[in-house]
């Protein structure tokens, strides 16, 4: 199995890093390790007070615990999964400011994670009293790890500060983003990657901070900020559920692995290679004419699933479905980036008087709140993340290949149809294997009898030429039929016993045309 469900915490620490785990000191208060991590820290983000937390989420609940009340509005460029659940806990709104280019996958941008300025100005003016903070995520996991501009970050410091409004970065991928404005950014290519990090933090006022990504180690976060009185409120709240001030809720040998994770992560050579190694599998993927996020970010590729599988309408969460066919096909995971995760389905392809499955069009309504408009509806993503030092270029190379499969380029399904999960098949599995790339027409005209198949009923089907077969697997039985194309009735050719098949199956093959 090649695991690329998420780049945190996966990654392989160094030996440097192991031997410094050697030195941790337990003390609970007061830990020699806490030192050396607090003194890595400051020098790098700047901050004046630093507050380690047992991971990133860990810091995001304690800083909007102490910073957001009842109805307030949180900005960011694009809120991490966890940022908007812990902003909405406190009974916040989260809300996304990406710029019209960053929602269309194949466009080749630079900074595609940038704030939306206008956007954020609109805001910031008519809304001023209920901001107590803006974020910035770099890089931008919601579209695709894509980095934010140095000048980006410096427009939003600008108005953050016109408006007295603090600014926090969630800097879980600092350091990528640090390298593609030192290769991206005009007058960064002789500035070090510290120097730059250094440059972004001093546009904002704190971060939060997960170190299960750039900061290398394997569990582990910190928050960190200027204002003292606002610190002091996070140690309160640290105390009651992370521990003591000094470790947070990490040992000690955490806090000197990060130490040193840190230091390593800035280091260009390692940039390099991190960076270079996701765009590896990236090219390899376009190849293969996999449609995918572009330009590749920093930790992930992002394969546009809504575009791999047209067939697939959005509130069928296409992305999901493709992630259990690259599972089954070549033993990879990854992670669904799009409705399911956001638990917002797409505006669905259809009414429900149309005959398709729309089950809860209210959510789908309440939960439009999170984007601010409607050309910033998500994409359908499937993210392939990479373990930071952990995976060859052989195994990027299989992952290349298993979307290559004929299976993957014309059709994968798993769709949820209630009906039929609840039917007497949901323990089924069926593998079809019919038609040909040679009869594309022929494409069109299965799949859309095959979209609403039910959960369970895993539906592969393989290109060969003009010919197939259909096995399904059941509790008893185990059937194998075969079909044929003929060109001239454009229809599928069957025999007797395949009808037998076919009529468990109820109306999901309509084109079809019996031989017997
Ligand atoms: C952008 C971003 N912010 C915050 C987090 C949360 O960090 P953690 O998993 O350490 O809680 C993640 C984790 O994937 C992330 O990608």
Not at 73 to 102: C, D, R, S, W, Y
Request: charged residues 25%.
């Amino acid at each position: 199995m090649i695991d690329l469900l998420t780049d945190s915490g996966t990654g392989a620490m160094s030996s440097q890093q192991w031997a410094a785990v050697m030195l941790g000191d337990e003390s609970y208060a007061g830990s020699p390790s806490y030192r050396k991590f607090e003194q890595v820290v400051k020098e790098i983000f700047g901050y004046r007070h630093v507050i380690p937390t047992h991971q990133g989420r860990a810091a995001e609940r304690i800083l909007f615990r102490c910073s957001v009340s009842d109805g307030d509005i949180v900005p960011n460029n694009a809120h991490f999964a966890t940022t908007l659940a812990n902003i909405e806990a406190q009974g916040g709104k989260a809300i996304n400011f990406m710029t019209p280019e960053a929602m269309e996958t194949s466009k080749n941008v630079p900074f595609k994670g940038n704030m939306n300025i206008e956007k954020l100005e609109e805001k910031l003016s008519t809304c001023r009293a209920r901001i107590p903070l803006v974020m910035i995520t770099i890089t931008n996991n919601m579209v695709g790890g894509e980095p934010v501009s140095m000048e980006n970050i410096k427009a939003v410091s600008k108005l953050c500060r016109a408006h007295g409004i603090p600014l926090f970065f969630d800097a879980c991928r600092f350091a990528e983003n640090a390298w593609f404005i030192k290769i991206k950014e005009e007058g960064y290519a002789n500035r070090t990657p510290k120097e730059i990090a250094r440059e972004i933090f001093s546009y904002g006022d704190g971060c939060t901070m997960s170190a299960k990504k750039d900061g290398l180690a394997n569990i582990g976060g910190f928050l960190a900020m200027n204002d003292g009185e606002l610190a002091s409120k996070c140690r309160k709240e640290l105390l009651i559920t992370e521990g003591f001030t000094t470790y947070g809720g990490l040992a000690g040998r955490d806090l000197e692995a990060i130490a040193v994770g840190l230091n390593e992560v800035v280091e260009e050579e390692y940039l390099k290679y991190q960076v270079g190694f996701v765009k590896f599998l990236a090219d390899l993927l376009v190849q293969n004419q996999v449609p995918i996020v572009t330009p590749p970010g920093g930790h992930a590729v992002y394969i546009d699933a809504g575009a791999m599988l047209p067939h697939i309408p959005r509130e069928k969460f296409p992305a999901w479905a493709l992630g259990c066919a690259l599972y089954v096909e070549g033993g990879i995971r990854g992670a669904e980036v799009g409705g399911v995760m956001l638990g917002k389905p797409g505006k669905p392809t259809a009414t429900p008087s149309e005959g398709k499955n729309v089950e809860n069009e209210d959510d789908a309504v309440e939960n439009d709140d999170v984007f601010e408009s409607e050309e910033e509806e998500h994409e359908e993503l499937f993210r392939l993340a990479i373990p930071r030092r952990t995976y060859t270029e052989s195994h990027m190379r299989l992952v290349a290949v298993s979307t290559e499969k004929p299976a993957l380029k014309t059709f994968w399904f798993i769709t949820c149809h209630r009906k039929y999960c609840q039917s007497e098949y949901r323990k089924a599995v069926v593998y079809s294997t019919v038609l040909s790339a040679t009869v594309p027409s022929c494409a069109t005209r299965m799949s859309r009898p095959l979209i609403g198949w039910p959960l369970y009923f895993l539906c592969h089907v393989r290109v060969m030429q003009g010919r197939g077969a259909l096995v399904a697997y059941h509790e008893n039985f185990h059937l194998s039929l075969v079909f044929s194309w003929n060109t001239k009735s454009q229809r599928l050719v069957y025999t007797e016993k395949t009808q037998v098949i076919l009529d468990i199956f109820h109306d999901i093959y309509i084109p079809l045309e019996s031989v017997a």
